[in-house]
């Protein structure tokens, strides 16, 4: 009987220290600020800025070359109150290194509330992207000199109801 209730008792320590280690899927939804971004459109590294993005959850996933440049897409699966989301981050590098350009697009954040307020010592202008000229997409354009930075918020119909999927680019100029 005591070797009974000493298996027993060895069975419930592991499986509540078991149940302590299981793995979660993140409730928060960490971005990088402009400060990050701007940095890593500076690096021209895919290998240093590979280091750094997988610090944030994000897993490489696919590598593009094109015509002048060459993209490196990542991606991350988040649950933010209990609702599934992928992020997705493309690095961009021009075949000559003289540009970087960061793509973030996200439905699990609002990215125009986060970065609006980081982007006060920026100037606005006039926006010239893809995004921008589509009719459910609202852009606003930021400068400072060494980079341009577009945050956009594009009203998407999902089957379920309308929804937002945000986008911010930042590129070294």
């Known amino acids: 009987m005591k070797s009974f209730c000493l298996t027993i008792s060895l069975l419930f320590i592991t499986l509540c220290s078991q149940a302590q280690n299981a793995p ?3 409730t928060k939804n960490p971005f990088p600020t402009i ?14 800025f590979n280091l750094d993005i997988r610090s944030l959850g994000f ?8 015509a002048a440049s060459t993209s490196f897409t990542y991606i991350r ?3 933010v109150d209990n609702i599934n989301y992928t992020d997705r981050i493309v690095y961009r590098i021009a075949n000559d290194n003289s540009a970087s350009i960061i793509s973030l697009v996200t439905a699990s954040t ?17 926006c010239d992207n893809e995004m921008s000229k589509d009719k459910k997409t609202t852009c606003t354009c930021y400068d400072n000199g ?4 577009d945050v956009c918020d594009e009203r998407v119909k999902l089957t379920m109801g309308d929804g937002n999927n945000y986008f911010i680019s930042v590129a070294k100029k």
Do not use: C, H, M, R
């Open 110 to 126: 609002d990215l125009v509330s986060l970065y609006t307020p980081q982007l006060a010592g920026y100037k606005t202008g006039k």
């Open 59 to 66: 897993k490489f996933e696919e590598k593009s070359v094109e």
């Open 77 to 79: 699966k988040v649950s």
């Open 146 to 149: 060494k980079f341009t930075i």
């Open 24 to 26: 979660t899927i993140p």
């Open 35 to 48: 400060v990050t971004l701007t940095n890593w459109a500076s690096y021209n590294s895919q290998e240093k």
